[in-house]
Every structure is written in structure tokens, then in C-alpha cells.
């Protein structure tokens, strides 16, 4: 009940398309979905956060869309970019914990 | 502002050792996380402190300890190193318990 699961494993696209993410949870509990960027060596960098409360959120070319009935999640990237190649990970958290459960990340390549 | 730091930025052990692994939260931050992140997954809760005291803890072996200093830094100490510990640890420092966590660039370790 606690795992968040990630899919797909990776995902190769060309520049300018919107790759998607999808994530699934099964506790209800969970009340904060972020999704984390990280680049080979790096540590997970935040790109966008969303509360059950809402059904999309954007920030720039970064969209979450929530369909909290069917207990999913997923991350749009528009107008995708090279720069954009990177693992994402998404995640949840429940209560004040704070403790986020992560998924098992999407390998993103685009392509020029 | 700086970011969360970690040292060392990688280590090499062999089984049976002993390492301590530091973090350094950002300014005004006073809880820290640390996760353990193997290679080709996702980060997994290892522990939370918050004001100095233990939050919260993964499942993660008694091998597995912490410590939140009064200046918010941090320690994670592994005893007992086994090959299976290999892996990036992440820091991760947040203002308080239900707050944005950011994430340090983590110590890769590698036990032989």
C-alpha cells in the first residue's frame, strides 16, 4: 500500500514532443505528488508539486495532471528539448511525515 | 544561497568497515531526510530528523543510525558495511516537517 508505481521504465522521443509519464498509488493517505528531476550524477532536483485538491497544475513546460478517483498521476513535458533527457521520478507523501515514497523513475532521451 | 552539501562525494570501502557520511542543510533549514538511492531505482527512506529529533525511519537495518547536530547538520553512519550498502545516499533539507524537501548531490559508495 505503500509503493507508487512509475511507468514506463524509459522513453525515447524527438524534439518537440510530449513525452508522458504516468504514476499509480494506492494509499489514499498520500496528500502531496511531486515529481523530481535527476541528471546523471546529481541529486533529484524538484520540477513541479501538486495536492489531491487540484486536477492539473502547470509550470512552464511541466504539467501534472491528477485523477484522484483513479489514484493516478502523470507528468507532460511540452515541446520537449535535448536538455530534457534525464531520469524523472515521481513520488508521494501522506500526513505531515514528509517522507516521500518514490517510484522506480522514467529514463527520458530526446532526441534533436 | 548554497544548496545542501555532502561529503565526501564518493568513498570506497570494503565489507565489515565503517563509514559517516555528512550533510549540511540549506540555510534556515531544520529538518533533514537521508535516502538511499541503488543504482536504477528510486530513492528509499532511510531516516527524518527535525529540530534534532528522529521523525521518522525507514526500513532500513539497525546497522543504519543518525545524528541531527544543533547548527541542523547531519550524520549518517553505517556499521558493518555489506556489498548490497553500494549506493548513492541523498540528504535532503527542508524548512520544516511539511515543507519542499531539496536534495544534495549525494556520496556514492561503493563497498568491495
Known amino acids: 500500500q505503500q509503493q507508487v508505481k512509475q511507468s514506463p521504465q524509459s522513453l525515447i522521443v524527438q524534439k518537440g514532443g510530449i513525452p508522458i509519464i504516468n504514476c499509480a498509488y494506492e494509499?489514499?493517505?498520500?496528500?502531496?505528488f511531486p515529481w523530481y528531476q535527476q541528471f546523471p550524477g546529481k541529486g533529484p532536483a524538484l520540477l513541479i508539486a501538486?495536492?489531491?485538491?487540484?486536477s492539473e497544475k502547470k509550470e512552464g513546460r511541466f504539467t501534472i495532471s491528477f485523477n484522484k478517483s483513479a489514484k493516478q498521476f502523470s507528468l507532460h513535458i511540452m515541446d520537449s528539448q535535448p536538455g530534457d533527457s534525464a531520469t524523472y521520478f515521481c513520488?508521494?507523501?501522506?500526513?505531515?511525515?514528509?517522507?516521500?515514497?518514490f517510484g522506480t523513475g522514467t529514463r527520458l532521451q530526446v532526441f534533436p | 544561497d548554497a544548496g545542501v552539501t555532502q561529503s565526501p562525494t564518493h568513498l570506497i570501502k570494503t565489507r565489515g568497515q565503517h563509514v559517516t557520511l555528512r550533510c549540511s542543510p540549506i540555510s534556515g533549514h531544520k529538518s533533514v531526510s537521508w535516502y538511499q538511492q541503488v543504482l536504477g531505482q528510486g530513492p528509499q527512506f532511510i531516516f527524518q530528523y527535525y529540530e534534532k529529533e528522529e521523525r521518522g525511519r525507514g526500513n532500513f537495518p539497525d546497522r543504519f543510525s543518525a545524528r541531527q547536530f544543533p547548527n541542523y547538520s547531519s550524520e549518517l553512519n553505517v556499521n558493518a558495511l555489506l556489498l548490497g550498502d553500494s549506493a548513492l545516499y541523498l540528504c535532503a533539507s527542508s524548512f520544516g516537517l511539511q515543507e519542499t524537501q531539496y536534495f544534495g548531490p549525494g556520496t556514492r559508495l561503493l563497498v568491495l
Open positions: 501538486i495536492r489531491p485538491d487540484v
Open positions: 513520488a508521494a507523501s501522506k500526513d505531515w511525515t514528509d517522507k516521500l515514497i
Open positions: 494509499n489514499t493517505a498520500f496528500d502531496y
